[in-house]
């Protein structure tokens, strides 16, 4: 089953650009690690004092996810990281979820 890790950021409405900025412009450390699927930055909602975005991947397995968060390439993913926490209203949420049922379009799965 698949893993799914989530950071929600409540961004300052004032520093969206620029937090916006450090994800499109960094360097992408994910793409060589065992068990990588697929990554997503997501903007949401805009509210009184902040934007809301989570940063979304994809893994073989929580065993991958975790196995990755005691890596080199974790640790230069996020070399850097406290700087950018005056970018966000409170502290980044993580919250993790195993995949448990998924739902493509019938195209999809007769595809080569």
Known sequence: MHYIAM???????????????VWLNREVHLTEVPGFVE??????????DHV????HT??????HFLAWTKSQAFRDAHKGAGDRGKLFVGHPEFEGFTIL????PVR???AA
């Not at 950071?7 to 900025?21: M, T």
């Not at 809301?52 to 940063?55: E, G, I």
């Not at 994809?58 to 065993?63: G, K, R, V």
């Not at 049922?101 to 493509?104: A, G, I, M, P, R």
């Open 7 to 21: 950071n929600r950021f409540k961004v300052g409405k004032e520093n969206g650009a620029a937090f916006e900025a």
């Open 39 to 48: 990554f997503h930055l997501l903007r949401g909602p805009e509210r009184e």
């Open 52 to 55: 809301l975005y989570s940063s």
């Open 58 to 63: 994809i893994w073989e397995s929580e065993a």
């Open 101 to 104: 049922q998924t739902v493509t």
């Open 108 to 110: 999809a799965r007769g």
